[in-house]
């Protein structure tokens, strides 16, 4: 009976390998929690800026890393300003990027296998002029960063359909100048597609949303996450800061990201969205639907289940302050008492449902001409 268990064995071993998915080769630079350090020399007031000029195209550029020998290594990139609020250049100075590899020249490193990341930045380098205004400081950024770092971790704690993330500490220098270079935090962010293969799902261009095909517990979680970090900046409708993926079943699963409006954040320039009763990003405010066949019970579970891990994660997190951890602790408690008591689930979640089926306009939706 030997030799059949050994080709057994051989047989489970050649389809697990063979099930793997390229996303799960990519591994290297999720798979730790390590803060990696790396140099970007860049010089950020010659990029353009796609919300400020059109026709934005990559640059050329060069990320520097260590190695495990301790080797500090260079490989060719591309970077381009990511839209949105934060490429503006008077409300950041280290604007959010793109980084695209070549993935040949990744082979062997903790980028194998990328070929376009979003780098999330902390903003203010050297602070933008607004920023002064406000009298918000470098060491803000910082912890701005920081915190829309702990909501992603958060996320990742509820379901595997969301996007991995990976902690770095990068080196800011101008080109050809020597000096000094400014050390700030910034993170990756897995990209869609990888995700997608990840979780064996399709990732679904924009504008797909269809009702009917909306998985109800999906949708259930990312309302309840968002009513726990204090973000009202998103809509699974319009598809604002979320991403639809299709599962084997034809439903559509929906993925939260960018989460700098979300009180658990509160940042200084964040604001909830216009239209709602609420005047500060700290109110919670509930989105969800109304979605016949949502199993609320069974979704409150799956947060109290992971309540101590939630509240615990800033513990662990690296140049988190102690002013963050406070705040961030104290706002996540303030969560787990409502769904603590019947009476504030009902009159908060339950009874603030938005009506089912959605109309294609929400909150989300510009005012206005």
Not at 37 to 62: H, M, V, W
Not at 116 to 125: D, N
């Amino acid at each position: 009976m030997e030799a059949p268990l050994k080709t057994a064995a051989n047989v489970l071993l050649i389809a697990v390998l063979l099930c793997a998915t390229p996303a799960q080769a990519e591994a290297p630079l999720f798979a730790s929690d390590t803060v990696m350090k790396l140099s970007i020399p860049l010089d950020f007031s010659e990029l353009c800026r796609p919300r400020e000029t059109e026709g934005c195209e990559f640059a050329p550029a060069a990320l520097i890393y260590r190695d495990a020998t301790g080797r500090n290594l260079s490989m060719p990139i591309e970077v381009k300003i990511r839209g949105g609020w934060r490429s503006l250049s008077r409300n950041c100075s280290v604007p959010l990027l793109w980084i695209r590899f070549d993935e040949e020249a990744t082979v062997g490193t903790p980028f194998e296998g990328q070929s376009l990341l979003p780098l999330t930045t902390h903003c203010g380098k050297g602070v933008s002029v607004e920023a002064l205004s406000r009298g918000t400081s470098r060491s803000d950024y910082e912890q701005f960063l920081l915190r829309e770092f702990l909501a992603l971790r958060i996320y990742t704690q509820l379901t595997e359909h969301s996007l991995r993330t990976r902690l770095v500490r990068i080196a800011y220098s101008e080109p050809g100048r020597l000096g000094r270079a400014d050390l700030h935090f910034a993170f990756f962010t897995e990209h869609f597609d990888s995700m997608a293969k990840r979780t064996d799902s399709e990732r679904l261009e924009r504008g797909s949303f269809e009702a009917d095909r909306l998985d109800a517990q999906s949708a259930a979680r990312v309302a309840l996450f968002q009513f726990m970090i204090g973000n009202t900046d998103w809509s699974i409708v319009r598809e604002r800061n979320m991403v639809l993926l299709r599962n084997s079943a034809g439903k559509q699963l929906p993925v939260p990201y960018d989460f700098d409006m979300s009180g658990l954040v509160d940042a200084d320039y964040a604001g909830p969205a216009p239209g709602l009763p609420i005047d500060r990003v700290r109110e919670r405010y509930f989105l969800g639907l109304c979605q016949p066949g949502t199993d609320w019970e069974a979704t409150f579970k799956l947060f109290q289940a992971r309540q101590d891990v939630i509240l615990n994660l800033g513990d662990r997190l690296p140049g988190f302050s102690r002013a963050s951890r406070r705040l961030t602790r104290n706002y996540l408690e303030s969560f787990f008492d409502i769904l603590g008591s019947a009476d504030k689930r009902d009159q908060e979640i339950l009874g603030a449902c938005k009506p089912w089926p959605p109309s294609p306009v929400d909150h989300t939706t510009p005012l206005g001409p």
